[in-house]
């Protein structure tokens, strides 16, 4: 039923949570791959060097740690298993992936290390599901 799943992770427990499902949802679909992504946002140009690379080099950091987090919750998924770390706005970049990458589903955490913004103008979850080419499974 699901072949191509996308998990979206960014380090909060749900988000583990839902690699767990999502590695779960794999096993039990047979899917043929399972895609991973991080996104973050943009670092302004206005930082200047040297912090610039600094913001740069430690939100690299982070994302790749996140990353890692979430290969190991399906690791033993017997699918391939791909990962992303993008930069921009996050919910358009997931939406963004699942069409290019005609994903069959989202599988995302219901809460994330979101900020105040974020609770003001809705939820990233909810800009996914409202947007999303493709079912999404929210995990809490």
């Given at each position: 039923m699901f072949n191509k799943i996308l998990l979206a992770v960014d380090g909060s427990e749900h988000a583990l949570h839902a690699a767990r499902v999502a590695a779960d949802l794999a096993r039990t679909?047979?899917?043929?791959?399972?895609?991973?992504?991080?996104?973050?946002?943009?670092?302004?140009?206005?930082?200047?060097?040297?912090?610039?690379?600094?913001?740069?080099?430690?939100?690299?950091?982070?994302?790749?740690?996140?990353?890692?987090?979430?290969?190991?919750?399906?690791?033993?998924?017997?699918?391939?298993?791909?990962?992303?770390?993008?930069?921009?706005?996050?919910?358009?970049?997931?939406?963004?992936?699942?069409?290019?990458?005609?994903?069959?589903?989202i599988v995302m955490g219901s809460r994330g290390l979101g900020t105040l913004a974020g609770l003001l103008l809705g939820s990233t979850s909810q800009k996914v599901v409202a947007h999303a080419p493709c079912p999404v499974l929210i995990v809490r």
């Open positions: 679909m047979n899917a043929k791959e399972l895609r991973i992504v991080t996104v973050y946002d943009f670092i302004p140009a206005y930082l200047g060097e040297p912090n610039m690379q600094f913001a740069i080099n430690t939100r690299m950091e982070e994302a790749n740690a996140i990353l890692q987090n979430a290969v190991k919750e399906a690791e033993k998924t017997p699918c391939e298993i791909h990962i992303e770390l993008l930069e921009g706005p996050i919910a358009e970049a997931i939406i963004n992936v699942a069409t290019t990458r005609k994903s069959e589903v």
